[in-house]
């Protein structure tokens, strides 16, 4: 298991904390995902390590933006 912390930009509500969990939970191999719009945070969980682009592609998708924390 590998956890990566990531920095999401525009997310102001519930409604985009599900989008983003929505697109991420897509990419193969994810176990977990814990979204935060207030404090801006996406952690992820996975079976293998991810790529980051797959995971910034995915919240590109939701409508946001993100760095790896």
Do not use: N
Request: charged share 15%.
């Amino acid at each position: 298991m590998t956890t990566t912390a990531y920095q999401v930009t525009g997310m102001t509500c519930g409604h985009c904390e599900a989008s983003v969990t929505r697109e991420v939970a897509k990419i193969a191999g994810v176990d977990a995902i814990t979204v935060s719009a207030a404090d801006g945070s996406l952690v992820v969980t996975a079976s293998a390590p991810l790529d980051d682009a797959s995971v910034f592609a995915a919240v590109d998708e939701a409508g946001y933006r993100a760095v790896r924390a």
